[in-house]
């Protein structure tokens, strides 16, 4: 599993060469961090230098040919792509683990290759700089189990020096050494001992090692068999990071958060674009590394999940026998990428629509009172693709109440879903129950539990009072249906804990109306109906990237509403809500600090299974666990509405999660013919 925040988190930001070369963008810094101050001096003037680019490329063609002979671009084709978030960091290390945020994945994804990734738009998994075409099984060695990868020869840091096996072991021994968390706690499932000092077993199964036995030989030695999520979906698809430009920063660090610190902005780059220069608060810049290893090569996807490449890299992976859904030449085609901050959306869409940008990155796509700004520009081509991802409210359930399964549960229940999507939020949004959003059509529950589902408000209101009264609660003054007002009145006071704790004020911390007004709305609407049932919450406006440091800081808060954005396999149950994967001690991304017995054991089961029938087994029975414990509300999502210039060309337009989903193509997207 990989996330990413928008809290929607990629899951998993493959990051082969397919999807590298075809899809994702890096960012850049302009200088301003300094540098030197935490760059060892051996390696000073290589981190504060200035990059080395080649001033050549291959002439465009409207359908993306490139030819061999000349290595110039057009002149003048800048991808011009509007933000309206500030991304946070230029370090790839730290985007991975501390600042997973989306607004940092678009700018800064693909300077790292992988062994494998996932093909546009099927995220079927391909060879990046793997010589199989997919991921070895590995055998038993012992009471241990072995995998063998073998790399392609000819791939090329930025810098020309070659991209070698070495890094993909130094990649692994940094995360093993520095306890990585975050991200790096699904890619790189680093085995870890059990702590003696505690009466529990903590041991975890994983990766015990990473070798690199010659230049393009690499063997991966497990304690066990991994499982898909582990291996194929996990480490097989891990980023590398140069061991040259990153080695002499791991070998000063004592921790993680001193590797952080540094800039990668003069780190050699092994996917299609290049930092350049981050200016915080204004833009980020990337330019094209010609030199990325399978630029040229044709791929293509088929609707039968298979895909193929036709170049110097040349492969084929599953059933091609299908329609074509893309085929498109390598890129980069643009020669630079420029990601401008603006502060709201509405300020981001006026700008594409006044023709400051081409494209609008945006999590949650275009808001739909936005449409007609857009479509009135008539330079502007609007898509809608399916969502892979929810928005939901989580509670701390480290501390009262949200520590109380009943207090949860009564909140899931006085929840309106439907009446918001369709009377508040006019049929924009689309109200769910899963952890698994339904476009994920194989791993989708449309069976799971619902609290109250169906009811209308007079019921929701007599079953959330009745859940809270079976378990204990008391109120001063208890909260009662009016029929005749349809109303609650009077509203609970003096609500109290089954032990008698009297619940203090709340916050529910949202992001505000200039953001996602959706959400914004929605939590009014909570807080309403919190303090029907007597709970004293106020719905708390807050910036996206202050509701991400809160909440992944000191554990001092109470509920927060954000999103995730989830990858085809749906590892992140395990992830979101594993005991050990509890963000205050671990790291991890377990941010309600959920604890359950039970569920750890599925969790654990769901990493190790390597039959996909079985997994889907696991994956509905820890969803169905979710639901009627409810660390989390899962609310809704929306169809990902997004625009771009005419003028552009992409390989699809019709893909999971939509353009947005691979940070908006920038290593293929073209000019029209």
């Not at 939590?523 to 309403?528: G, Y």
């Not at 919450?537 to 999103?563: C, N």
Request: glycine share 8%; proline share 7%; with cysteine.
């Amino acid at each position: 599993m990989r996330v990413r925040w928008e809290f929607r988190a990629y899951k998993r930001l493959a990051m082969a060469v397919l999807v590298a070369v075809a899809a994702y963008a890096c960012g850049g810094s302009d200088g301003s961090v300094n540098t030197a101050a935490t760059t060892p001096p051996a390696t000073q003037a290589a981190a504060t230098g200035s990059q080395t680019t080649s001033t050549s490329a291959a002439p465009v063609t409207g359908t993306g040919e490139t030819s061999s002979a000349d290595n110039t671009l057009p002149a003048g084709f800048t991808y011009k792509v509007a933000i309206f978030s500030n991304p946070t960091t230029d370090n790839p290390w730290a985007y991975l683990d501390t600042e997973p945020d989306v607004w940092n994945q678009y700018t800064l994804a693909s300077t790292l290759p992988s062994l494998y990734g996932s093909a546009f738009p099927t995220f079927t998994i391909v060879p990046g700089l793997a010589a199989d075409a997919e991921p070895p099984q590995g055998d038993a060695d012992g009471d241990r189990w072995v995998i063998y990868v073998t790399m392609r020869p000819g791939a090329e840091w930025s810098d020309g020096t070659p991209i070698t096996a070495h890094d993909v072991a130094f990649t692994f021994n940094a995360v093993k050494k520095l306890e990585m968390g975050g991200n790096w706690l699904a890619v790189l499932p680093v085995a870890r001992p059990d702590d003696p000092q505690t009466e529990e077993d903590e041991a975890r199964d994983g990766l015990i090692s990473v070798e690199a036995l010659d230049d393009h030989t690499v063997r991966y030695t497990w304690s066990t068999r991994p499982g898909l999520a582990q291996w194929q979906f996990g480490a097989a698809q891990s980023p590398i990071f140069p061991e040259s430009f990153w080695g002499p920063y791991v070998e000063a660090a004592d921790e993680a958060g001193y590797l952080y610190t540094v800039s990668g902005i003069a780190a050699p780059s092994g996917g299609p674009m290049m930092y350049d220069r981050r200016e915080p608060g204004a833009f980020v810049r990337t330019e094209a590394n010609l030199d990325v290893f399978g630029r040229g090569d044709v791929l293509t996807s088929y609707s039968t999940g298979g895909a193929a490449s036709e170049g110097a890299s040349t492969w084929e992976v599953g059933d091609t026998t299908g329609e074509v859904l893309a085929r498109w030449t390598a890129g980069p085609h643009a020669a630079a990428a420029i990601y401008s901050v603006y502060d709201t959306q509405d300020a981001a869409v006026l700008a594409l629509r006044d023709g400051e940008v081409d494209f609008m990155l945006n999590p949650l796509g275009l808001q739909r009172g936005l449409q007609s700004t857009v479509i009135e520009a008539g330079d502007l081509a609007v898509i809608s693709n399916s969502p892979s991802g929810f928005r939901y409210v989580a509670f701390n359930t480290r501390r009262f109440p949200g520590s109380e399964p009943s207090f949860r549960q009564a909140m899931a229940c006085i929840i309106d879903k439907e009446f918001m999507a369709r009377n508040v939020l006019q049929g924009v949004a689309i109200p769910l129950n899963s952890l698994i959003p339904p476009s994920n059509t194989y791993w989708a529950n449309p069976d799971v539990f619902v609290w109250c589902g169906g009811l209308g408000m007079e019921e929701r209101v007599n079953t959330a009072v009745q859940i809270l009264k079976d378990a204990g609660w008391t109120w001063e003054v208890e909260p009662q249906w009016d029929a005749d007002n349809q109303d609650v009145l009077p509203q609970g006071e003096g609500l109290r804990g089954p032990d008698g704790t009297v619940v203090a004020p709340m916050e529910l911390l949202a992001p505000g109306p200039g953001y996602d007004p959706l959400r914004a709305t929605y939590s009014l609407f909570i807080a309403d109906w919190a303090t029907d049932l007597g709970v004293p919450l106020r719905a708390q406006p807050t910036e996206f990237s202050v509701i991400v440091d809160k909440v992944f800081g000191p554990i001092d808060w109470d509920m927060y509403m954000l999103g995730w954005s989830t990858t085809i396999f749906p590892d992140h149950l395990a992830d979101f809500f594993e005991t050990r994967a509890d963000s205050a001690t671990t790291g991890g991304f377990n941010i309600p600090g959920y604890s359950n017995p039970e569920y750890d054991r599925l969790a654990r089961d769901l990493k190790s299974s390597t039959d996909l029938e079985e997994a889907a087994a696991i994956v509905r029975r820890m969803d169905g666990i979710i639901a009627r414990d409810v660390p989390y509300i899962v609310l809704f999502d929306t169809p990902i509405l997004e625009a771009y210039r005419n003028t552009l060309a992409y390989p699809s337009t019709t893909v999971l999660n939509g353009l947005q989903g691979f940070s908006g193509l920038p290593g293929s997207v073209n000019l029209a013919e």
